[in-house]
């Protein structure tokens, strides 16, 4: 039996490198998704291998599992229950199966999602031959959660092939996870992102398990109802940063300077607070909508100075800010920055004529915009056969 698990990227409106350090962030699933898709081979097969193809980059692994075996002893898939962390030694012992395969210089970022892939694995499906594709309409590294996304559709799919979870094997097309159940994708993610990011808040899988809009506190959620509508620009820099070298920046600025840091901690929790609570409060008619719109520029920009503050924007951000400000709109940098994607507020009752502008003035400068649909579903599976 083959299964297909889908799980969305997100935006962060406000709050990211903050709720690291334990301050309130806002955030929210696209309509963009990574694929994995799981199948075990039959006997007849004969195939004693571990397999993952990332189809978008032409780039196939694969394991035999005597090898397997021989460098992770002890894992075998007896704990896929209870979620647990990589331990440095396994990090290790990992890296030596990820080196079989002589990743190309070029993409040898793609090692730490190829790390998190054997240990969920091992750990759910212990040393059993599998064959796993990834697909992704995310761009990866950029801040749109593609790590998160990743971990996420991994757990899922290894957990839907589980005596872990109850599923409809006759339901045509997607299907959800019980709550119970997305609990634990989400546990298991998370000891995914961690590997890719060394010190994950955990938003970001929490947000692709779970959907919709949310504010994350840690490592608590509250689901976030939208009482307006809300039309993000996505503009991407196209310029390549890593979330664990951001993340890890962050705290060494905090390490030297502890006070000053705590004050921009507390002042982005009470942004995200006041941005959660502008968005789920009641609207009456356009009038409302635009103070509302107003209201939310206005803690984007703020937001995006105390980012700045932490040493993650970047020239490429710079110049997006400076673009759309001609235009009179506001923008924030979203996910870890240092390049990567910048969010623009786009009014409920702004032309068309001005977005198109604002667009080919960004496309200009050689980034790509893109309108993604916000606060759509989670995690979802599907067996072969439906769509
Ligand atoms: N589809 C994918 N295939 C392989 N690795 C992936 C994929 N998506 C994400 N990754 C892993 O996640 C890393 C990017 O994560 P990160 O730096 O957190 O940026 P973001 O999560 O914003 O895209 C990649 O370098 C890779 O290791
Ligand atoms: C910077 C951070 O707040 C978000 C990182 O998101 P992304 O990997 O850049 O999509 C880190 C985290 O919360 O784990
Ligand atoms: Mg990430």
Same mark, same amino acid.
């Given at each position: 039996?083959?299964?297909?698990?889908?799980?969305?990227?997100?935006?962060?409106?406000?709050?990211?490198?903050?709720?690291?350090?334990? +301050?309130?962030?806002?955030?929210?699933?696209?309509?963009?998704?990574?694929?994995?898709? %799981?199948?075990?081979? #039959?006997?007849?097969?004969?195939?004693? =291998?571990?397999? *993952?193809?990332?189809?978008?980059?032409?780039?196939?692994?694969?394991?035999?599992?005597?090898?397997?075996?021989?460098?992770?002893?002890?894992?075998?898939?007896?704990?896929?229950?209870?979620?647990?962390?990589?331990?440095?030694?396994?990090?290790?012992?990992?890296?030596?199966?990820?080196?079989?395969?002589?990743?190309?210089?070029?993409?040898?970022?793609?090692? +730490?999602?190829?790390?998190?892939? *054997?240990?969920?694995?091992?750990?759910?499906?212990?040393?059993?031959?599998?064959?796993?594709?990834?697909? +992704?309409?995310?761009?990866?590294?950029?801040?749109?959660?593609?790590?998160?996304? %990743?971990?996420?559709?991994?757990?899922?799919?290894?957990?839907? %092939?589980?005596?872990?979870?109850?599923?409809?094997?006759?339901?045509?097309?997607?299907?959800?996870?019980?709550?119970?159940?997305?609990?634990?994708?989400?546990?298991?993610?998370?000891?995914?992102?961690?590997?890719?990011?060394?010190?994950?808040?955990?938003?970001?899988? #929490?947000?692709?398990?779970?959907?919709?809009?949310?504010?994350?506190?840690?490592?608590?959620?509250?689901?976030?109802? #939208?009482?307006?509508? %809300?039309?993000?620009?996505? =503009?991407?820099?196209?310029?390549?940063?890593?979330?664990?070298?951001?993340?890890?920046?962050?705290?060494?600025?905090?390490?030297?300077?502890?006070?000053?840091?705590?004050?921009?901690?507390?002042?982005?929790?009470?942004?995200?607070?006041?941005?959660?609570?502008?968005?789920?409060?009641?609207? #009456?008619?356009?009038?409302?909508?635009?103070?509302?719109?107003?209201?939310?520029?206005?803690?984007?920009?703020?937001?995006?100075?105390?980012?700045?503050?932490?040493?993650?924007?970047?020239?490429?951000?710079?110049?997006?800010?400076?673009?759309?400000?001609?235009?009179?709109? +506001?923008?924030?940098?979203?996910?870890?920055?240092?390049?990567?994607?910048?969010?623009?507020?786009?009014?409920?009752?702004?032309?068309?004529?001005?977005?198109?502008?604002?667009?080919?003035?960004?496309?200009?400068?050689?980034?790509?915009?893109?309108?993604?649909?916000?606060?759509?579903?989670?995690?979802?599976?599907?067996?072969?056969?439906?769509?």
């Amino acid at each position: 039996m083959e299964v297909r698990a889908r799980a969305p990227g997100k935006i962060i409106l406000a709050g990211e490198h903050a709720v690291v350090h334990g +301050s309130t962030a806002v955030a929210a699933a696209i309509d963009l998704y990574t694929y994995v898709t %799981l199948g075990f081979p #039959t006997p007849s097969d004969n195939d004693d =291998t571990l397999k *993952l193809h990332l189809k978008d980059m032409d780039l196939e692994f694969s394991w035999p599992i005597g090898r397997i075996k021989e460098v992770l002893l002890d894992i075998g898939g007896q704990a896929a229950s209870s979620p647990s962390s990589c331990s440095l030694e396994t990090i290790k012992a990992i890296a030596a199966l990820v080196g079989d395969q002589n990743i190309p210089e070029s993409k040898i970022g793609l090692a +730490s999602g190829v790390t998190a892939f *054997l240990w969920l694995y091992t750990s759910i499906h212990g040393y059993k031959p599998a064959k796993a594709v990834v697909t +992704s309409e995310l761009p990866l590294g950029s801040g749109l959660g593609s790590s998160a996304a %990743l971990c996420v559709a991994f757990s899922a799919a290894l957990l839907a %092939l589980s005596d872990l979870v109850t599923l409809d094997f006759s339901h045509q097309g997607w299907q959800m996870f019980k709550d119970s159940e997305l609990d634990l994708v989400n546990k298991w993610a998370f000891e995914g992102e961690k590997i890719i990011h060394g010190r994950p808040s955990g938003i970001d899988n #929490t947000v692709s398990t779970y959907g919709n809009m949310i504010k994350f506190k840690s490592g608590e959620l509250t689901r976030i109802k #939208t009482n307006m509508p %809300l039309k993000m620009l996505i =503009t991407n820099t196209k310029v390549g940063r890593n979330t664990k070298a951001l993340v890890a920046g962050v705290s060494e600025r905090t390490i030297r300077h502890p006070k000053a840091m705590a004050s921009v901690f507390t002042a982005i929790d009470s942004i995200s607070s006041e941005l959660a609570s502008i968005i789920q409060s009641p609207v #009456t008619d356009d009038l409302a909508i635009t103070e509302k719109e107003e209201q939310l520029e206005e803690l984007m920009e703020m937001n995006q100075g105390l980012l700045q503050c932490m040493g993650v924007s970047h020239a490429s951000i710079e110049t997006v800010l400076r673009s759309t400000l001609k235009y009179k709109l +506001s923008s924030k940098l979203t996910g870890a920055g240092g390049g990567g994607c910048v969010l623009t507020l786009l009014p409920n009752l702004l032309s068309g004529t001005v977005v198109d502008k604002v667009v080919a003035e960004l496309e200009s400068c050689g980034f790509q915009c893109l309108i993604a649909g916000i606060g759509g579903g989670g995690m979802e599976i599907s067996f072969s056969g439906s769509s």
